[in-house]
Each structure stands twice: as C-alpha cells, then as structure tokens.
C-alpha cells in the first residue's frame, strides 16, 4: 500500500518538487505490481485529493471555499475518507486489485 496525492496524478502550481516525488509513487506502484505480482502480491496507491488535515488548515478561508468550489461534492474530504480507501486496498476483498491509483477527491479529479 503506497500513499501519494492528487497532485502526483495533476501537477500542482508551485508545488512542483511535492508534485514530482507523489508521481513518483503512482510510477513505483504501477512498477512494482507488475515485479511481484507473480508472487500473488498486490500494490496499490491512494491518492487522496483536499483532506481536511492540519496540513491545510493554515489555508485562509477564501481559499478553502475556492478548493470546495472546485470540488464536485463541494466539500473538502475528512480523513476518514482517505483512510477507508487504505483500509479497502490494504484488505482481502482488494485481492484482485493491483496497480491501480485510488483517488478520494470528491470528483475534483474526473
């Protein structure tokens, strides 16, 4: 189970360098899957989109209605919603699932 971002799947202005290594994770996990996948191990990644965390709760508060705007649901996510898609990919009902990016965004990534 490896956790990266929206922004690994997106790019994000002025975060180029977090950007880069959270793609980084999407590319180990599809490399990965593949080289031990024969072994019956699965790899997955969860990309969580805007998680309402301590991260972002220095953001002002125009900005966070913006990213809610932006946001099909229109709301940021709990992390909650990040933890049960690591819980599901880490789990057996998963075990047919390998390679794959799982992105809890509330629809700001379509």
Request: charge should be negative; aromatic fraction near 6%; glycine fraction near 12%.
């Amino acid at each position: 189970m490896i956790v990266s971002s929206i922004w690994g799947i997106t790019g994000a202005s002025c975060e180029v360098a977090y950007s880069a290594s959270k793609a980084a994770l999407i590319g180990l996990t599809k490399g990965l899957a593949k080289e031990v996948g024969p072994s019956g191990i699965t790899v997955n990644c969860v990309a969580p989109g805007i998680i309402d965390t301590d991260m972002n709760r220095d953001l002002d508060e125009d900005t966070r209605c913006a990213l809610r705007a932006e946001t099909p649901l229109g709301l940021l996510g709990r992390p909650e919603d990040a933890a049960e898609a690591i819980f599901f990919c880490a789990s057996e009902r998963a075990g047919f699932i390998t390679g794959q990016v799982i992105s809890p965004n509330g629809g700001y990534v379509i």
